[in-house]
């Protein structure tokens, strides 16, 4: 299922930067980071186009992250660098054919947006998988017992050894007693 994520989003984004789009044929190369896209965010005219352009780059690259993320996990590995590494590679493969057929501008701009955007994948689907594994409190538990050891924030409940001691809390030592000097 995963493997089939990867293929499909990596056709998605072949799909997208090679195939469609009819424009005019130009092939135009820029190895400069931020020659392409510091002028435009300057430029009054063309922020917003160089914006879109930007977020674009990097929600184009996210279901690569998401996919590689889900695959990398799926088979036990750790995919921190897997998924960046793998947008990566697909950007700068794109850009090359990009260039080669002529496909618009090739740009290291473009480049960094779309690793960018694999690596905020990969976090999107640590922190979904996080939330979806995070233990749920049981039934009649408050949310003083989520929060305990957190902070002051809410009051701790009394543990089972405290309500021994009848409901105080240990001093600053361990059991409650002071050492002598």
């Known amino acids: 299922m995963a493997s089939t994520a990867a293929a499909t989003a990596t056709?998605?984004?072949?799909?997208?930067?090679?195939v469609s789009g009819g424009g005019p044929r130009r092939s135009t190369l820029s190895l400069i980071p931020g020659a392409d896209t510091l002028p435009g965010l300057a430029d009054p005219t063309v922020f917003a186009h160089t914006v879109g352009g930007l977020l674009l780059n990097v929600a184009l690259f996210v279901p690569l992250g998401i996919a590689v993320s889900a695959h990398h996990i799926a088979g036990g590995l750790d995919a921190r660098a897997a998924a960046p590494l793998a947008g990566a590679t697909l950007s700068l493969i794109v850009e090359s054919a990009q260039y080669a057929l002529a496909r618009g501008v090739t740009s290291v701009d473009d480049l960094v947006a779309n690793t960018l955007g694999a690596w905020l994948g990969w976090l999107i689907a640590c922190r979904t998988r996080r939330a979806a594994v995070r233990p749920r409190p049981a039934e009649g538990e408050g949310i003083a017992d989520e929060t305990e050891g957190v902070g002051n924030a809410f009051p701790p409940t009394?543990?089972?050894?405290?309500r021994a001691r009848g409901g105080r809390r240990p001093g600053p030592r361990a059991g409650g007693r002071r050492r002598s000097r």
Do not use: E, N
Not at 12 to 17: D, I, M
Not at 158 to 162: C, I, L, N, P
């Open 158 to 162: 009394v543990s089972g050894a405290a």
């Open 11 to 18: 056709l998605f984004v072949f799909h997208t930067t090679l």
